[in-house]
C-alpha cells in the first residue's frame, strides 16, 4: 500500500462528512441519550506501529456492548473450552436482546457477544475472580496501555435503573438453571463493564492482540493462545453485530464489535486494529456513520480477510 | 335429574380410583412437593342448596393459579374495560409462563389467567387499593364465607426464593412500559395470591357467585355485573388450562380454572360450582385425576354448558 | 322471553345500521372481492320452530371458512376419535393460516378449525369417500334441507389459482407424513368446500342440529351423536374464530364459525341457531357487523351459553 | 509452510481415519441413501498450482445445497444489487428449511445459501436465462474444466417427488409475491441444481476462483468482480453452514459451503480452495468427517482468514 493510512482516512471522511445525518442516539439509557450526536472519531494502530487519527478520537465515550469482548477474552482464558456448556457460538438472527430464543433454546444463550451471552460470561467471571470489577479494570488498563481507564458512575446507574430487560435475561437463565450467581450480582458486573469508558485510541490499542495472535504488541504479554485468538476473531465476524453480521462481514470483512454507545472496534488479522465513533445509530443499533466509514475503509485500501 | 350429585360422585368415584397413578406432584417450589400425591377430594356446590362432597373435601390446599381468578374478578370490578388497554382476552395457545409470546406481542399478555397476565392485573389492584394483600384476604373471605381462609407463609418464601421466570415476565412486561409499580411490589403480591389456601369446599363456595350472574349465594351480595360475570366464564372457557384449554373444553365443557397445587374449580352457570383437588398433574399442569372426574360428571349427568 | 326474536332483530338492526363503515372486503381471492360490500343479512331459526329475518337473508355468498364445520362432521361422524391422532383440539392463538405453528408442532394442526386442520379433515373425507365432492354437496343439502345448495365454479377457480398459501400448508404437513393422498387432490377438494355458497337461511338451518344434540329437526335423522356434537360446539367456542375466538367468547358467547365471505353461523345449544352475513371485515377475518349484530343479540336476549 | 498439502493431508488423514463412524448418510431423499457411507475424499487446489489429493477425490457425488453457491455466482454476476431486494445476507440462525422463519420475515429468505434464498435466486435466473438448465450446466463445465459435469436425473427424480418441504416454502413465498414464475418451474430448476454431480477435484477447481478475487485461473476468465467475489466469500463465511456456521467459522475459520450429499467446500482467500466428501452427516445436516478434516487441516497449516 502507498498511500499512508492517515492518507486513506482523510479521503474516507470527505466522502462520509456530506452523508446526509442518518440514525438516531441511543437513548434507552437517558445517560447515553445526554451525548451530543454529531461527535465522531477514528483510531487505527497497525502492527508495524503505524497508526491514524481523525476527529474524536481522544475522546472518552461509553463502549457499551464492546465490553463483552473483553469480558469474553478474560474468560476464555480462564475456562477455555468450559465455557461451551453454558454458551454458543452461532449466530442468534434475532435482536440483542431476545428473550424468545433464549427460552426456545432453554436458557443456553446463541452466543458470548450478545447480552444474554455476556451475563452468562459475567457469571463464569464471579466465580473466578474475588473482585471482579477490579480484576476487570485491570485488565482493560493493560490492554489500553493506560491506567486511567475507568468506569463512568452515572452510566452505570442509569444502566442500573433502566435495564428491566437484562434483568428479564437474567431470571430467565436463572429459572433454568444457568447462571449461578444471584441475580443482582450478576447484573451489577454487567452494569458496570457497559459502562466502561474509552477512547477510539484506547479500543484500538486494546483490540491489537486480537490482531497479532494473542499478544499485546507494546509488552509482549500474551493473554490468549494464538488458536484461542483465532477463535475469538471468528466469533466477532459471526456474532458482533446482533442480526447486522451478515450485513458487516458482507460490507466491511473484518471481525469486530459495535456498542450502542456508538463505538465500533474491528482488526484485520496481521495487520490492524481500529476503532470508530458515532454516536447516530441505525435500526439495527450499530453506528451509522461508523459502519459507513468502515465499509469504505477496507473497500479503499482492498484490504479484508476474504 | 333423579340421581342426586351425591350420588353421581359416588358412581364417578368408583370409575376413577382404578384409573393408573399417573402424572407427577409439582415440584418446581419445592414446598409444593411436600404434598402427599394420593390426596383428592371434590365438593359440588348447587345454587339451589343441594351439594355433594367426596374424600379430602374439607383440607386446606394451595390454590396457585386458580387465585386468578378471584384477583381477575377484583380488578374487572374496580376498572372494568380499562384493563383491556394491557391485557388481551384471547387463549394464548402456548404454556402458562411463555416469555417469547410476551415478547413478540410487546409485554401485553395474552389474557389474565397466565402467569403475565396475572402480574398486570397484581400491579392493577396494587393502584387501588392501599393495603392490597388484605383487600384480597377481604374478598376471598366473603366469597369462601369463611374469616380463617388465608395464605401459606412458607408456600409464600419458596415462591419468592425460586420465582426466577415470573420475575423474567415482570422485568419483560417493565422494559415495555405495561408495569407501574416496582418488580418486588408487584411479585410481591404475586406469590401472595398464589400462596392462597382454600378447602375443596370454600373454592367450590367461592366460584357460586360466577355460576349465579355475580352475586353471591349466601349474603345476597354482587360482586360483578351479571354482563361482567357471563364474560368472566368465557374467558376461563378460553383460557383457563394453559395451553390444554380446548381439551377441557372439549371433555369437560365447563369455564373453569386450574392451579399447579392440583386444584381445578369450575362452573355451570346457572346450576353449580364444582371443586376437586388432586395434585399429580399431567404434562400440561394440570390435575390428571382432577380432570378426569370432571369429564366424567358432566357425561354422567349430560350436563354442560354445549 | 316475551319479544319474539324478529323484534329483537329489528332493535338490534336499528342500532348497528348506524354504525360507521368499518373494515374491508377480502380480496386475497379476487373473485370474492366482487361482491358488494354493502350486504347485510341474518337468519335466526329456534328449535322451537321459530324463525326471523332480516335483509339480504335470502341470497347467497361464499361460506368459506364455515364449511369446515360441516367437513368435520362429517369426517367426526365417520372416523370418531381417529381423528386426534392427526388434529389437536387446542385454540391456535395465531393466524389462521400460520406455518411457523405447523412446522413447531411437526405437521400437527392446532383444530380442525383453522386451514391446515381442514385440510386434514379433507385428506380423511378422500379417504373414507369414493366421490367426496359428491357425498358433501349430498350432507350440506340435507342439513339445508335444500337440493340447490351448489359451490361456485369462479370462486373455486379463483381459489385455486390463488392459493399458494394453502398449497404450503398441505406441502409442509406432506413431509412430515400428516397427509396421504396427493398434494393436489387434497386441495382441489378443499377449494371445492370453500367455493360453496348458502344463504344465511340456509345456514341457520344447517347449524340447528349442532343445538340439537345431532339430530336434524325437520327430519329426525341424527347426523351425530349427543356426545360428539357437544364436542363440536366447544370445538368452535375455543376455536371457531382464528386468533379472535376470545373476543366472540367475550362478547357473543355462543359456539360459532366465521368465514371470509363475511359470514358467520352459531348456535345456542337447545335454543336456535344464527347465521349473519356483511362481507366488510374487521383485521382479524371475521365480519365487522356480523360480530356486532351477535354481540347485541346476545346481550339483549340475555341469552348466551354462559 | 514447509510441508507440502499432500503431506498434511496425510497427517490428517492419520488422525481421523481412527475418529468413531459417527453420523448418518442423509436419507430424506431415497437415492441419496444409496451411497456407500464410508466414502472419503479431499483435494485441495492452490493458486499457485499445487494441488493434494487423497481417497475418493476423483468419484462423483451429489453436490445439493453447494450448488447454491454456483447459482448464486451467476445471479449476483447478472443483477448486482437488485438481488437484494427479494432475499438477504443474514445468518438464518435457524435450520435449512424453516418456514417459520420465513413467514414472520413476509417471505423474504435470510439469504441466498438457505433453501428459500437459493428458490428465490433460482427464479431470478429463470428471469434472464432462456435456458436455464444448459446455462448452468455450461457455467460449471467453465468452473470445473471438464465438459462431462452433468447431473444424475434419478437424483432429480428423487428430489421431484419428496421436495415437499421445498414447495411448501416456493408456495409461501408465491403468497407474498416473491416468487415471479411458476411454482413448478422453479422447482423443477432447483431440483436440477441440487442433482448435479461433482468430484472433490472439480469442485475444488470450480471454487478457485472465489480465492482468486472472481477469476478463473486455469483460463483467466473473470466470472466475478473481485468486490463481489469477496462478498460472496463473506456470505459462506457467516451463512454456508445452516445453523451450524459459526462452529465452522470458529474451527475451521473458512467461508465455505456444505451439501447434504456429505460434500463441503472451502477456499482461503489468497491461497487455495479445497473439497471434502463423506457421506456421514452431524445432526446439523453436515459432513461429520468433512468438518473434522477442515479443523485439522487448518490447524496443522496455522492458516484461516482469522
Given at each position: 500500500?502507498?498511500?499512508?493510512?492517515?492518507?486513506?482516512?482523510?479521503?474516507?471522511?470527505?466522502?462520509?462528512?456530506?452523508?446526509?445525518?442518518?440514525?438516531?442516539?441511543?437513548?434507552?439509557?437517558?445517560?447515553?441519550?445526554?451525548?451530543?450526536?454529531?461527535?465522531?472519531g477514528?483510531y487505527?494502530a497497525?502492527?508495524?506501529?503505524?497508526y491514524?487519527a481523525?476527529?474524536d478520537a481522544y475522546e472518552k465515550f461509553s463502549i457499551?456492548?464492546i465490553s463483552?469482548?473483553f469480558?469474553?477474552?478474560?474468560?476464555?482464558?480462564?475456562?477455555?473450552?468450559?465455557?461451551?456448556?453454558?454458551?454458543?457460538?452461532?449466530?442468534?438472527?434475532?435482536?440483542?436482546?431476545?428473550?424468545?430464543?433464549?427460552?426456545?433454546?432453554?436458557?443456553?444463550?446463541?452466543?458470548?457477544?450478545?447480552?444474554?451471552?455476556?451475563?452468562?460470561?459475567?457469571?463464569?467471571?464471579?466465580?473466578?475472580?474475588?473482585?471482579?470489577?477490579?480484576?476487570?479494570l485491570?485488565f482493560l488498563r493493560k490492554l489500553g496501555n493506560n491506567p486511567d481507564i475507568d468506569?463512568?458512575?452515572?452510566?452505570?446507574?442509569?444502566?442500573?435503573?433502566?435495564?428491566?430487560?437484562?434483568?428479564?435475561?437474567?431470571?430467565?437463565?436463572?429459572?433454568?438453571?444457568?447462571?449461578?450467581?444471584?441475580?443482582?450480582?450478576?447484573?451489577?458486573?454487567?452494569?458496570?463493564?457497559?459502562?466502561i469508558e474509552m477512547t477510539c485510541q484506547e479500543l484500538a490499542t486494546s483490540f491489537l492482540?486480537?490482531?497479532?495472535?494473542?499478544?499485546?504488541?507494546h509488552?509482549?504479554?500474551?493473554?490468549?493462545?494464538?488458536?484461542?485468538?483465532?477463535?475469538?476473531?471468528?466469533?466477532?465476524?459471526?456474532?458482533?453485530?446482533?442480526?447486522?453480521?451478515?450485513?458487516?462481514?458482507?460490507?466491511?470483512?473484518?471481525?469486530?464489535?459495535?456498542?450502542?454507545?456508538?463505538g465500533?472496534a474491528?482488526?484485520?488479522?496481521?495487520?490492524?486494529a481500529v476503532a470508530?465513533w458515532?454516536?447516530?445509530?441505525?435500526?439495527?443499533?450499530?453506528?451509522?456513520?461508523?459502519?459507513?466509514?468502515?465499509?469504505?475503509?477496507?473497500?479503499?485500501?482492498?484490504?479484508?480477510?476474504?
Open positions: 500500500m502507498k498511500k499512508t493510512y492517515q492518507e486513506v482516512f482523510e479521503e474516507v471522511y470527505e466522502e462520509v462528512e456530506y452523508l446526509p445525518k442518518q440514525g438516531t442516539v441511543a437513548d434507552y439509557i437517558p445517560e447515553l441519550g445526554t451525548v451530543s450526536e454529531n461527535r465522531f477514528v487505527l497497525s502492527l508495524d506501529g503505524e491514524a481523525l476527529g457499551q456492548s463483552k469482548v469480558t469474553f477474552a478474560m474468560a476464555f482464558d480462564v475456562f477455555g473450552g468450559d465455557l461451551w456448556m453454558r454458551v454458543g457460538v452461532e449466530p442468534s438472527g434475532d435482536p440483542f436482546n431476545s428473550l424468545a430464543q433464549l427460552e426456545y433454546e432453554n436458557g443456553i444463550p446463541r452466543n458470548p457477544l450478545i447480552n444474554a451471552g455476556a451475563l452468562v460470561i459475567a457469571d463464569f467471571l464471579l466465580s473466578h475472580f474475588e473482585h471482579p470489577r477490579e480484576a476487570f485491570r468506569y463512568n458512575p452515572k452510566v452505570f446507574e442509569s444502566e442500573k435503573t433502566f435495564g428491566y430487560r437484562n434483568a428479564a435475561l437474567v431470571n430467565l437463565m436463572k429459572s433454568f438453571g444457568n447462571i449461578t450467581h444471584p441475580v443482582a450480582e450478576v447484573l451489577d458486573f454487567y452494569f458496570f463493564q457497559c459502562a492482540p486480537f490482531a497479532n495472535h494473542g499478544v499485546i504488541p509488552s509482549g504479554e500474551r493473554i490468549l493462545t494464538a488458536s484461542r485468538a483465532k477463535r475469538l476473531n471468528a466469533l466477532m465476524l459471526t456474532c458482533g453485530f446482533y442480526d447486522e453480521a451478515g450485513q458487516f462481514s458482507f460490507k466491511v470483512g473484518l471481525p469486530g464489535k459495535s456498542g450502542v454507545g456508538g465500533i474491528a482488526v484485520h488479522p496481521d495487520y490492524y470508530v458515532s454516536p447516530r445509530l441505525n435500526k439495527k443499533g450499530n453506528s451509522y456513520l461508523g459502519m459507513n466509514f468502515l465499509e469504505r475503509l477496507t473497500t479503499k485500501t482492498g484490504m479484508s480477510i476474504f
